[in-house]
């Protein structure tokens, strides 16, 4: 018997829930090799510096750089790259750029405060962070999207700094990451990767600023490493594979839903992509394009593993279920492919992004609709949210109390504060009272 190119599952059938589950599945922690490689890595670059940063990059890199000159990229070869892409590369880099700019203007917040009767004044204070790490993959896995969604809320959001790590394994160098960087107005790159580019910015080295935050992408061995930093700096998630998920109500083509699908499973051989629909013809239509399409892929190979390991067409009952069940996976990239998705959105309350109609793609999302693409993956959009201009900035509480504030406010917290035990916080509170 020949195996479905992707599962087909229905609610209604035994053994449905644990089906899912296993699909749903996905351990994201490193085994034991690689959390001792990487502790080794980010151990030794933490005491070693410049010099283990230039070790490592040759010997996982294969590069022979014996000077760390040789792997900052100046602010003129990124001119260079702006003149070396295509003119229709340029501009699209630049739309992309002004409209992911102009999105997160709008998340931009501001510092208030508020006075009250007594004189006594309180409020908020936002500021940006001062210097941040972007982490952008290398080589043939180069993604000059990634340095606009990373580096365009830090701007908006006053990042002094922007500090940027790329690896350029066995030299290969791809302009579009370097014009783009040029762009977004990123103010240093250095040509390093990996677990020892992760260490370099949360400890700095002679060369290499220490950062007080890293966001982006990588593999495994970077997102180990992020877990490892987390606490001697700030960083914004650890991702796990690319996942969509689907729901249509069998009036949009087939072949459209099919490439939406083949979208994420063309990223990663664990990407997962999930299609859900309450007829199941349509589903049956939906198999046959996937099957008639998938060989015309350049990447045919990677998203037809992912297709067959983690991806699912599902038959659901009724939108009810449909809508359950979008909550419970939670995904990172929802398409409500149909007639009316905005009397959906009030029953939907975890989904990293939201496509809305037939004409909404996910691929829009990624390169230059606006939103930002970097969003929580493995059902953790339960619990966060896309990266944005809040993860660039801190809120700092105010408090100034007028004497009659004081006095009033004092009288409270010598209560409480004895009630704890702590008589200099009691006492410290009395000395306010007025007499």
Known sequence: MTPEIIPRLDTAAAGFDKRLEQLLAWEGVSDAGVQQTVTDIVTRVRREGDTALLEFTNRFDGLQVTD??????????????????????????????ARVRAYHERQRQ?????????????????????????????????????????????????????????????????????????????DRVF???????????????????????????????VATAKRMVFGQVGIDMIAGPSEILVYCD???????????????????????????????????????????????????????????????????????????????????????????????LPEIRHAGAIFMGRYTPEALGDYCAGPNHVLPTSGTARFSSPLGVYDFQKRSSLIGCSAQGASTLAKVASVLARGEGLEAHARSAEYRILK
Not at 129 to 136: H, N, Q, S, T
Not at 279 to 284: G, I, P, S
Request: include cysteine.
């Open 250 to 344: 069998g009036q949009t083509d087939p072949d459209w839903i099919a490439m939406d699908l083949f979208s994420q499973a063309e990223h990663d051989e664990q990407a997962q992509a999930i299609l859900i629909a309450e007829d199941e013809e349509f589903l049956h239509r939906v198999y046959a394009s996937i099957e008639r399409l998938l060989p015309g892929l350049a990447r045919h190979d990677i998203a037809g593993k992912s297709l067959a390991a983690r991806g699912a067409l599902i038959k659901v009952r009724n939108r009810d279920e449909a809508l359950q069940l979008i909550n419970h996976i939670a995904p990172e990239h929802l398409e409500l492919s149909v007639e009316n998705p905005e009397a959906l």
């Open 68 to 97: 760390m000159a040789t792997l900052e990229v100046s602010q003129a070869r990124l001119e260079e790259a702006l003149r070396r892409i295509s003119p229709a590369e340029r501009e699209a880099l630049e739309q992309a750029c």
């Open 191 to 221: 040509t390093l990767g990996g677990a020892q580019a992760v260490a370099a910015l949360a400890y700095g080295t002679l060369t290499v600023p220490r950062v007080d935050k890293i966001v982006g992408p990588g593999n495994i061995y």
């Open 110 to 186: 501001e510092s208030w405060q508020y006075t009250e009767a007594d004189g006594t004044v309180l409020g908020q204070q936002i500021t940006p962070l001062d210097r941040v790490g972007i982490y952008v993959p290398g080589g043939k896995a180069s993604y000059p999207s990634s340095v606009l969604m990373n580096a365009m809320p830090a701007k908006v959001a006053g990042v002094r700094e922007i500090i940027m790590v790329v690896p350029t394994p066995r030299g290969e160098v791809n302009e579009l990451v370097f014009a783009a960087a040029k762009i977004a107005g990123v």
